[in-house]
């Protein structure tokens, strides 16, 4: 860490946190980007699709969460695997590279998420892809892809996967025969019916096109953009002011490495994307949540949130 202090602070290197920090640095801003996990990018197990399963509860590699005892699956602790390390959940997860249907993402919008639609977030897909796709395979997968669907020079390498198995075609002609028909771009804002996936794995080296390994090409020509590994986050930092003036303002984040605690500040932002468990886990630790299980643990409410923590599924 070259500063104390950052335009932008991001926790987690995943994959929202290192799309996002790259794309904040091309705009000239200062990021951090605070890590828990060590630097597996050069990880065989990680970058050899064939491989993935090697990856799972692997300590360097994944959190490897139990859910509480479950009532409604004979109660079970469930397991729960989540990426850990430059990368996050892309270096660990099966690699299928899918989308919603439009209406999908239109339906966002609907419930108040100004701009969260499929006409603009068709922009950001096309942008994060480069879609590799020889037309030898194009029997095989009965993909048709469309062109103005897919992107042509965006860090994520995207192509048909090249293994398949010979139950694939007449899986997709079985259907066929039943009334569906087979979907030849499920990307394009429709993905019912039957269809072949695409895979982020680089078709010519065979390997996976992780946010890790796509974005971090990107980094090396951004010198605004650092990344600290072994640096877990505990808490944000407010401005005290603003706590008590009842809108509470982030203005840094207390993290520990190496078995110090330290403390970094951000002038414009703190972005949290710590992914779906531990981001919740974050704002609780710091005082967002539901005020009565805050108090049981002796953490002081900053802003009473009961939804922060609950309704996840998965
Ligand atoms: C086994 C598995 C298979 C999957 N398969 C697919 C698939 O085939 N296709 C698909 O599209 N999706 C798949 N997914 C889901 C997809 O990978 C995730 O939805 C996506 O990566 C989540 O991105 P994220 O940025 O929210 O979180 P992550 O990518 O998980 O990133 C969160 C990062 O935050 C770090 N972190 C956590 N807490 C702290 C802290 N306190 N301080 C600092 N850093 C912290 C973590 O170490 C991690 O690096 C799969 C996921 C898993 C686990």
Redesign the pocket.
Known sequence: MTSTSYDYII?????????LAVRLAQSEASVLV????VDTTAVQEIQVPGL?IK??GHPDR??AFFSKPQAHANNREVF???????????????????RASSWEYDAMESFGMEGWNWKNMLHYFKKSEIVIASNDLQEATMLKLDPSAHGTSGPIIVSPPTQISDVHLPFLKGFEELGFPVNQDSSDGDNLGTWTGL??IDPAKVTRSS?ASAYLTVKTSLSRLEILTG????RIAFAEDSVTGGLAVAEGVE?TRDGTTQMVTASKEVIV???????P??LELSGIGDKHLLNEHGIETVVDLPGVGRNLRT
């Open positions: 926790v987690g290197a995943g994959t929202a946190g290192l799309s605070l890590e828990a996990g993935f990856n799972i994944d959190w729960l695997p989540r990426g850990k390390g430059i990368g996050g959940s892309s270096t660990l997860n099966f690699m299928q590279w899918n895979v982020s946010c640096a877990q986050v505990m993290f994307c710590a992914g779906a468990y531990q981001t886990q974050i």
